[in-house]
């Protein structure tokens, strides 16, 4: 009886596949051929991997609230041990972002931040577990972030674009009582609340100007004084995270100031003096996190890429024994309130993010979350190589090397390989070794070598290197992937007459850029909500980015700028695109609106290309829900098999 359930059920699953060939109804599809039975089944399981993200401690119990994935988006689950059950607690059709508890509220309520159709204008509500009820603490309209609570978890703290749609106001609101909410200061920019002082009467606030440029200022709530607290000086600093001390009396504060990397600073309130605390760490801090007893400071270490967990003993400021961790990326640190257990993510390329926590007392690490892969054999997932090649131009008379990770397809396949240049967003951001989720089908089933390089403008590697590719420089980046092709022709393991380019946002960008300049030597591209004229995109970015933008991309209000940016733009040289194009976009993207794909299609449709363009209705920065996912996973797929492969 056993045997005849599972073969009914496999043949529902099998009928399944073969029915579900046409697109999700959210998707509009342009040349995109149907999807085969078969390469649905061999997806499958590489469709159905997770990853579970932490999201906050509970106040009072040892238990944690994640963010997963068990129907179509992210939703918050409650973890009541390590391995334990996860029970998910919310099921919206639209992905939750994060959660955070009251400290007060007994683990009674949680808020959490959400949007409609990933248009990124978030709302934060109150959801009441005991009642299951939810309520909206903001309009409803505009986009609210940086959500704070307090220590004693009587307000929390946010900001939001109500005013005018364009700068970030700060709000102050009591949760058990939304009436109580209160613009606490009319700000201008890009401003985001950082941590509340140990008597939860000043908040430290970040205003950032750019990458490189931000400042820490400290609102007095009673007074509505806000204060300056890192100078403005000729060279532009700046400033990450920061914690206060729990006595008040100052800050640790991550900090690029007078230096080429972020290094661990510690600010005296009174003396206005900073002092360094990792002179001995040569790579960019990043995230740090303070215990509630104030005597251990955890703090993470980008070296070349790899995440490492240090900590620090506050009194000595001597770095006490760090737990033994898997190579990869360590984030979202949190201390449980009321025990010495810092909780955060792991993932690695064996394994997706997970949570896991580390008891200072015992040394022991725990992991609480253990996320499937599918039901594939995760260890089996191929390692990354860190490699350095040389570009252009030279520094101290020696060619300027440039990071790279590279993964290899499996002993099954017989080199030379063919190659996908995936390209990072940001642009300051940064390809880092990790969990290759679904990109691993392209590696262990198509054979395809994944490079993932660091142009210039990637963060991780100093700020000079940061800003290497701002204003007029910007086309450098793109000379970066041409010596990125020098390089792969010179690899006998490596095939330079099959490489792909692909990249999302910014990325999307270098994508169709390299597809102007390198057609020649490329197969076909993939650009994933990507910029394709800068002045169409500085014009119709979302108002409150349009500024932020401005200062990497170049002010397009300027004429000598303006021409500049048109002459750069891959729309300009669309003509140029000889190769096939698959291009991926959300209609409701607030950061890379809709028209810079369709403009692109157009233009490269009415010069005789050939275009794959999947649009979804239903997503904005990126495709978050998995229908959707999935049918643009699939579609990459059928287009690398038949013009990278092939």
């Known amino acids: 009886m056993r045997q005849l359930r ?62 997963t994935r068990f129907g179509d988006t992210t939703q918050v689950h409650m973890v009541r041990g390590p391995g334990a059950y996860r029970q998910q607690l919310t099921f919206f059709p639209d992905r939750v972002w994060n959660a955070k508890f009251s400290p007060a509220a007994q683990g009674n309520y949680f808020l959490f931040s959400m949007d409609t159709g990933g248009g990124e204008s978030f709302q934060i509500y109150k959801f009441d577990l005991a009642e299951g009820s939810l309520t909206m603490l903001t309009d409803g309209k505009s986009r609210n972030q940086g959500m704070l609570f307090n220590h004693r978890g009587t307000q929390v703290a946010y900001v939001s674009t109500r005013r005018n749609g364009r700068d970030f106001d700060l709000y102050v609101v009591n949760p058990d ?84 990397f972020h290094r661990l600073l510690y600010y005296d309130r009174a003396a206005k003096l900073f002092t360094s605390l990792t002179e001995h760490v040569p790579w960019d801090v990043e995230e740090i996190e303070l215990s509630p007893d104030g005597r251990t400071l955890a703090f993470t270490v980008n070296a070349d890429g790899v995440s490492e967990l240090h900590l620090l003993d506050v009194r000595t400021q001597r770095e006490k024994t760090r737990p033994k961790l898997p190579r990869g990326q360590v984030f979202n640190l949190q201390f449980h309130p009321e025990r010495g257990e810092l909780a955060f993510n792991l993932n690695s390329a064996k394994s997706p993010s997970d949570v896991y926590s580390y008891d200072l007392k015992t040394g022991k690490v725990e992991r609480w979350t253990f996320s499937e892969t599918g039901g594939l054999n995760s260890e089996t997932f191929q390692e990354t190589d860190l490699i350095h090649y040389p570009t252009f131009d030279q520094v101290d008379g020696k060619p300027r090397m440039l990071a790279a990770l590279v993964t290899k397809p499996p002993a099954k396949f017989k080199p030379p390989y063919p190659v996908v240049i995936n390209i990072h967003g940001g642009p300051e951001a940064q390809a880092r070794p990790g969990f290759q989720g679904r990109h691993n089908y392209f590696i262990n089933e198509m054979g395809i070598a994944l490079i993932e390089p660091n142009v210039r403008g990637s963060t ?106 048109i002459r750069i733009s891959p729309l300009t040289h669309a003509d140029k695109i000889r190769k096939p194009l698959l291009v991926a976009q959300g209609q409701n993207d607030p950061r890379v609106p809709v028209g810079e794909s369709e403009q692109m299609v157009k233009k490269v449709k009415s010069g005789g290309g050939a275009v794959w363009y999947v649009l979804a209705k239903d997503e904005g920065h990126g495709f978050a829900k998995k229908p959707n996912a999935d049918y643009l996973y699939y579609a990459m797929a059928m287009f690398l098999e038949q013009y990278l492969l092939k």
């Open 6 to 67: 599972y073969l009914v059920a496999f043949a529902a699953f099998s009928a399944f596949l073969l029915a579900a060939q046409e697109a999700p109804p959210s998707i509009v599809a342009e040349g995109v051929p149907p999807v085969p039975a078969e390469l649905r089944a061999r997806m499958n399981q590489y469709l159905n991997m997770r990853a579970a993200g932490f999201a906050d401690w509970h106040p009072r119990e040892r238990a944690l609230l994640i963010l």
């Open 177 to 260: 009582d939304p009436k109580t909410e209160k613009r606490a200061a009319e700000l201008k920019g890009q401003w985001q609340p950082i941590d509340w002082s140990p008597d939860d009467s000043r908040l430290l606030l970040m205003e950032r100007i750019s990458v490189n440029e931000t400042y820490l200022h400290e609102l007095d709530l009673a007074s509505g004084r806000l204060e300056l607290l890192t100078p403005r000086e000729s060279e532009k600093v700046a400033y990450g995270t920061a914690r206060w001390r729990r006595d008040g009396k100052g800050l640790f504060v991550v900090s690029d100031r007078g230096s080429e």
């Open 460 to 565: 991780g590697y100093g700020k000079s290197f940061t800003k290497l590719d701002n204003d007029y420089r910007r086309e450098d980046t793109v000379k970066d992937i041409g010596a990125l092709l020098d390089w792969i022709a010179q690899q006998p393991d490596l095939d330079a007459r099959r490489v792909a380019v692909m990249g999302g946002s910014y990325g999307g960008y270098m994508a169709l850029a390299s597809m102007t300049h390198f057609s020649d030597r490329l197969r076909c591209g993939i650009d994933i909500v990507g910029i394709s004229n800068f002045v169409t995109f500085l014009e119709s970015t979302k108002d409150y980015r349009r500024d932020l933008r401005r200062v990497e991309y170049g002010d397009e209000r300027d004429a000598k700028m303006r021409e500049f940016l």
